[in-house]
């Protein structure tokens, strides 16, 4: 009975796994295909990113007001002021920059160089003072580095706009996630995935407002593109769908499970784009080039998943060392030790410090996705 209970389990959780994976792929392509001249013509990036936000926002407000099935969360307005508005500032351009490229790169250009995620993160961490410079680190970066350039010598069609925009796009999102961890985790505050678009999506929709004013609403005055809305609505779904698969596969399965997936999505996407989008050419460099970066990108992976277990078993082990200290006391409570309480506050308050360490998500820099349970690691839609 406990196996079949097992198998069961498993086999919903490998669901979850997959569902995520087709809606990531999904969303990516859609968004390609929307913005792309050669299919649907839709080359306004700004617009398509404040749907996604406008519908995200819509669908928070009527569950968490009109059918309470979310409750909010106590939001004052200095913690909206300083921490809610900034981050919502450049998960905006993170968005805004990243559906740029689709304009003038291939999809699986851009997937490549999301390998510089990790780098552009620990770099953000550094300078926020959330990490540390480690040489094991360093150098697993300096490997993706090389693997990201090997695989842009290699790109047959580069382009130096869209190269930018996407890598610009990559460091507001890092930017955007130690943000997160820096403003919001320190003030207690922790929001599930219908809080966070709650808050996030309408301030991210007025940020995006301004550039769109200024760079798309005169376009689109004198353009000839139609509005589809069954086109933009089952876009805007399926970025949704994205933002809460992610929330149940964050549930249902470890950190190395959702990186080990993440890593088979690029390839999947990398095959796929070349399918749907012929005109995306993927050379022997391009993929040995991947492949390096790839190669650092998981052993950053490793060393981070080994400090989350080393502090966990530290954490673990406090209890037992406490109770050993607390017997040798009350066997030698006739003995006088002047360093005995001088010790033991040490010892409770590196326990303490290993617990506040379990509360941050360390591993939160590197996975997009499980931000989410803290305020949008979306992607609140990173792949829209």
């Not at 086999?11 to 050669?38: E, F, Q, R």
Request: proline share 4%; net charge positive; charged share 15%.
């Amino acid at each position: 009975m406990k196996k079949k209970m097992i198998n069961k389990t498993l086999l919903l959780t490998y669901l979850y796994l997959l569902i995520y994976i087709l809606l990531s792929s999904g969303v990516i392509l859609y968004n390609k295909w929307v913005l792309s001249p050669k299919y649907f013509n839709f080359p306004f990036p700004i617009t398509l990113t404040m749907i996604h936000m406008g519908f995200s926002g819509a669908v928070a407000f009527l569950l968490v007001r009109v059918f309470k099935v979310v409750s909010p969360v106590k939001m004052t307005f200095e913690i909206y002021a300083t921490c809610v508005i900034p981050i919502s500032a450049f998960f905006a351009s993170s968005l805004w920059f990243g559906n740029t490229a689709y304009l003038h790169i291939s999809v699986a250009f851009i997937q490549m160089l999301k390998a510089l995620m990790p780098v552009a993160t620990f770099m953000m961490a550094v300078m926020c003072g959330t990490d540390k410079p480690r040489c094991d680190v360093f150098l697993n970066m300096l490997l993706v580095s090389v693997g990201v350039v090997i695989s842009s010598y290699g790109e047959i069609h580069f382009n130096v706009v869209g190269t930018a925009y996407q890598v610009t796009g990559i460091f507001a999102e890092a930017l955007r996630l130690v943000l997160t961890q820096v403003l919001l985790q320190k003030k207690g505050l922790t929001l599930n995935p219908v809080t966070s678009l709650y808050y996030i999506a309408p301030c991210s929709f007025m940020f995006l407002f301004v550039p769109w004013y200024l760079l798309e609403k005169p376009g689109m005055q004198v353009s000839q593109n139609q509005f589809n809305f069954w086109i933009f609505f089952s876009n805007a779904l399926c970025a949704l769908a994205l933002n809460f698969s992610i929330f149940l596969v964050i549930g249902r399965t470890g950190a190395v499970t959702i990186r080990v997936a993440g890593v088979l999505k690029d390839w999947i996407l990398i095959a796929l784009s070349t399918v749907i989008f012929p005109e995306s050419t993927i050379t022997g460099l391009n993929i040995i080039g991947y492949a390096i970066a790839l190669c650092g990108v998981v052993m950053y992976n490793y060393i981070k998943v080994k400090d989350v277990r080393a502090s966990q078993q530290s954490a673990e082990g406090l209890p037992e060392r406490m109770t050993k200290d607390w017997k040798l006391e009350k066997k030698s409570s006739d003995i006088f030790v002047p360093n005995n309480n001088g010790d033991s506050s040490r010892g409770s308050g590196g326990g303490n410090g290993a617990a506040s360490d379990l509360n941050v998500d360390v591993e939160a820099p590197l996975l997009s996705t499980s931000r989410l349970s803290h305020i949008g690691r979306t992607q609140l839609v990173r792949d829209s």
